[in-house]
């Protein structure tokens, strides 16, 4: 049976939002990572870890009761690839691949998920997409776990689609939900309108 993980990146500062951590937003009644966490649970990705750095206390706190794995990344302000490198470092041993996600995109699902572990090959990088835009979570097979290690900075591991572009596999996952991460004060009451008009 194909084993893959789930590594949500949930360590960043929330320079843009305004507020001390746009993770611990509430939206639709519990905080954003919770939620996030929540979608990633209840699809077939095992296991969930997710990544903490700013304010790692108030987030563990607000996934208390899931079965996550949390992991420390003590040196989250170097940018998005070291708690990259962070979850990876902390994947069990015998992972296929491993989907990455952003703890600030609330409105993922556990179907959306689940259709890119339906894609999951070996080697491939199985990449979301909508009206021909390509968006996020990613699911990386293990063969590309070595380079994402590598990795510095903020870009995170986009960088490598160009390397591995016969490697990359899209899928139409019919939904705005893989562009919207809720990264300012504008993107939160744009979410917070379309769940009440729902």
């Known amino acids: 049976m194909t084993a893959i993980a789930c590594i949500i990146l949930a360590a960043g500062r929330s320079t843009r939002m305004g507020v001390a951590n746009k993770l611990l937003v509430d939206v639709g009644g519990e905080p954003m990572v919770r939620r996030v966490a929540e979608a990633a649970l209840a699809s077939r990705a095992r296991p969930v870890l997710v990544v903490t750095g700013h304010q790692a206390a108030e987030v563990g706190r607000a996934l208390a009761g899931l079965d996550v794995t949390l992991v420390a990344n003590p040196d989250y302000a170097a940018g998005l690839s070291s708690s990259l490198r962070a979850g990876l470092g902390a994947l069990p041993a015998g992972c296929d691949g491993a989907l990455v ?51 510095d900075g903020d870009a995170g591991a986009r960088r490598l689609f160009a390397r591995h572009a016969d490697q990359v596999r899209e899928i139409d996952v019919g939904t705005t939900a893989i562009f919207a991460d809720i990264d300012t004060p504008e993107a939160l009451a744009e979410l917070k309108a379309r769940e009440g008009s729902r």
């Open 101 to 151: 996600m952003l703890g600030d995109m609330p409105e993922i699902g556990s179907a959306h998920i689940d259709r890119l572990l339906d894609a999951f090959a070996p080697g491939a990088i199985i990449v979301p997409v909508h009206e021909g835009r390509r968006g996020n979570p990613v699911l990386w097979a293990a063969a590309h776990f070595a380079e994402m290690d590598q990795l």
